[in-house]
C-alpha cells in the first residue's frame, strides 16, 4: 500500500500519539500515523478533562478552535458513605480567567479536531489501521511495523509507541510486560444528557462554567476506587473506576457498582431524567512509578498510558500523555537533527528530558501511593469514610446530647474501628507516602 | 444492597454503535472441560458481560458488544485461558463521545 519510507511511525492517535506525531511533523519530519478506530477519536475514551498549559505547549491557539466543553471553576471531592457524602469543595472566580486552566471535554470529538491538525502539519494519519507486529532488522533493532492491510509492512528510522494502556505490539515484541490485575484499574462511564439550562441549575454554574466531582469512599465496597462526574455542556461524564485485582477477587460487577453510584442520594438527583447515550470502560494505568517500564530503545520509544505514565492520586493522565509524546518527539527530532541513528544509545535523551519534566517528578513523588492504597483499601475506601460521616452527623445533628458525650463517642468509634496503633499507622504511613 | 440482578448491561450496550466483524472474533476462549477461576472470574469483571456460562458449565464469549476494555486480557490471558486481540482496522466499537 504504501512503498515509502519514513522518518517516523506513530502507532495510536490519542493525546500521546497525536502530539509526538504533531511535534515531529512541525519538526519537518516524515511522519506517518496509524490509528485502529475510523476516525482518530473512536477508540478513545477519558473522563474527561484537558489541562490548558500542556495543551498551549502544542497548539498555542486551540482555544479558539478545538471542541471544548466547560471551564472549571469549582472542584468537588466527596468521601461517601451508603447515605451520606463529606465534601470539600473549591470554587473560585480566579478561574474565570482569559486562558482558562482547565476544561472539560469529550475524546472522541476533541482528538478529531486533534487529528486534523497533526495533518495539517504534514503528517499522513492512516486509520482503520491496526498494527499486528513491530519488524526487527537482523541485529534485533526495530525497523518498522506490520499491519493488517494487504501487503502492510511499513519501514521507518523510529516507532513511537502510542499505542495506550492496552498496547499489544510492545508487550508481543518483548519490550514491556503486559500490565497486571493491580496495576490497571477498570473505569465504566456514561454519558447523561440533559438540557444545558438544567446542568447549569443543578451544578450552579452560568455560562461556560463547569464543575467537576471526584467521589471515594463506600460506593466502591472496600476496593480501590474512584467515582467522577463531570460536567459538560450538554451532558454529564458520571462513571466509577477500581483495581482490576479488586474486581477479580470481591466478584463485583463494573455495572452493578456504576448503577449502585447512580442511585446514590447525593447522585441521583444531578442525573434525574437524563437520556443515557453511551456507555463505555477502559483502563487506567495506576501502578505508578514503580510500573513505568523500559521507554526506548533500539528504533523505538513508547510513550503515554502504554508506558503507565498517570497520576492517580491527582486523576491526571491526558496531560502526562501528551507530554510524554511531545517530548519523546522533541528528543527524536533533535537525533536526526544531528544525523545521527535512532539507537537505545541516542533515544537516551528521551528518558533524560522525560526526567527532568513534571511527569516523572510528579510520579516519583508519589511512588509509594498505589501500594499503600491498595493494601489498605478497607480502611481507606470503606471503614474512614464511614466514620468520618458519622462523625460529621454527630456533629451537626441536634439531640440534647451534651458536646462533650458526642465528641467521646466519636473519638471512641475511631478508636474501637481502626486502634490507637492503627490510626497512628495509618496517619504515618500516608503521610510519608503522600511526602 | 445488592442492586446487580436489576441491571441489565444489554441496555447499556444498545446506546453503542458498533462495527461487528461478523465470523472473525478478536477474542477467543480456549477450549476447556472445566473453567479456571480467571475464566470464571471474567464472568463477573468484564463490563459488557460478554463472558456467559453454557449449559455444560464451559465459559463462551460472544464479542458482538464488545468495548474493548482490555480487562479479560489482564486476568486471563497469562493463563493462556483467553487470546485477545484488537479487532481489524475499523471494526468493533466506535465511540461517539468516548
Given at each position: ?164 494502556v ?17 496495576n490497571v484499574a ?97 483502563l487506567i494505568p495506576e501502578g505508578g512509578?514503580?510500573a513505568i ?11 503515554g498510558d502504554?508506558a503507565q505514565l498517570n497520576n492517580a492520586i491527582h486523576r491526571e493522565g491526558s496531560n502526562l500523555a ?37 511527569v516523572?517528578?510528579?510520579l ?72 | ?98
Open positions: 500500500m504504501i512503498e515509502e519510507r519514513f522518518d517516523a511511525i506513530v502507532v495510536g492517535a490519542g493525546m500521546a500519539g497525536n502530539a509526538a506525531a504533531l511535534t515531529m511533523a512541525k519538526h519537518g519530519m516524515n511522519v506517518l500515523q496509524l490509528e485502529r478506530g475510523e476516525y482518530s477519536g473512536s477508540k478513545n475514551v477519558q473522563g474527561a478533562i484537558l489541562y490548558a498549559d500542556m495543551m498551549e505547549k502544542l497548539i498555542p491557539e486551540f482555544r479558539e478552535e478545538a471542541p471544548l466543553e466547560r471551564h472549571l471553576v469549582e472542584q468537588r471531592f466527596w468521601m461517601m458513605d451508603d447515605r451520606s457524602h463529606v465534601g470539600m469543595h473549591y470554587r473560585s472566580d480566579d478561574f474565570n480567567e482569559e486562558r482558562p486552566n482547565r476544561y472539560t471535554i469529550i475524546r472522541a470529538q476533541f482528538d478529531k479536531w486533534f487529528s486534523s491538525k497533526v495533518r495539517e502539519a504534514g503528517a499522513t494519519v492512516l486509520c482503520e489501521t491496526t498494527v499486528t507486529e513491530l519488524v526487527r532488522d537482523h541485529h534485533e533493532r526495530i525497523v518498522g511495523v506490520r499491519t493488517d492491510r494487504r501487503d502492510g509492512e511499513i519501514h521507518a528510522d523510529v516507532v513511537v509507541l502510542a499505542e495506550g492496552n498496547g499489544l505490539l510492545g508487550t508481543r515484541a518483548g519490550l514491556r510486560p503486559r500490565p497486571t490485575p493491580d477498570l473505569a465504566v462511564k456514561e454519558m447523561h444528557f440533559l438540557p444545558r439550562e438544567t446542568i447549569e441549575a443543578r451544578f450552579n454554574l452560568k455560562g461556560d462554567e463547569g464543575v467537576v466531582i471526584e467521589a471515594a469512599g463506600t460506593i466502591s465496597r472496600g476496593m480501590t476506587g474512584m467515582g467522577f462526574i463531570y460536567a459538560n455542556k450538554e451532558c454529564i461524564s458520571l462513571g466509577i473506576g477500581c483495581l482490576v485485582a479488586d474486581f477479580q477477587r470481591t466478584g463485583q460487577t463494573p455495572y452493578g457498582m456504576l448503577d449502585h453510584f447512580k442511585q446514590h442520594p447525593s447522585v441521583a438527583p444531578l442525573i434525574a431524567g437524563s437520556e443515557v447515550k453511551e456507555y463505555a470502560a477502559h512509578y514503580k517500564p523500559q521507554l526506548y530503545g533500539d528504533g523505538w520509544v513508547v510513550v502504554a501528551m507530554t510524554s509524546g511531545r517530548i519523546a518527539a522533541e528528543a527524536i527530532a533533535q537525533v536526526k537533527s544531528r544525523r545521527e541513528p535512532m539507537t537505545a544509545k541516542n533515544l537516551l535523551l528521551y528518558k533524560e528530558m522525560l526526567d527532568e519534566s513534571f516523572i517528578k510528579d516519583k513523588k508519589y511512588k509509594d501511593m498505589p501500594t499503600l492504597m491498595h493494601t489498605h483499601s478497607q480502611n481507606f475506601f470503606l471503614t474512614y469514610p464511614q466514620l468520618i460521616s458519622k462523625a460529621l452527623q454527630n456533629f451537626v445533628r441536634v439531640d440534647g446530647t451534651p458536646k462533650v458525650e458526642k465528641e467521646k463517642a466519636t473519638l471512641k468509634s475511631f478508636v474501637k474501628a481502626r486502634s490507637w496503633t492503627g490510626l497512628f499507622g495509618d496517619a504515618c504511613r500516608f503521610a510519608r507516602a503522600w511526602r | 444492597m445488592n442492586v446487580e440482578p436489576s441491571v441489565r448491561v444489554e441496555d447499556k450496550l444498545y446506546y453503542n454503535r458498533y462495527l461487528v466483524d461478523v465470523g472473525r472474533p478478536h477474542v477467543t476462549v480456549r477450549a476447556h472441560t472445566t473453567p479456571s477461576p480467571q475464566l470464571l472470574a471474567l464472568l463477573k469483571a468484564c463490563p459488557a458481560r460478554c463472558y456467559e456460562l453454557n449449559d455444560n458449565g464451559q465459559v463462551e464469549i460472544t464479542v458482538d458488544g464488545c468495548i474493548e476494555c482490555g480487562t479479560c486480557r489482564v486476568i486471563a490471558e497469562p493463563t493462556g485461558d483467553i487470546k485477545w486481540s484488537h479487532p481489524r482496522g475499523g471494526y468493533g466499537v466506535l465511540f461517539k463521545f468516548g
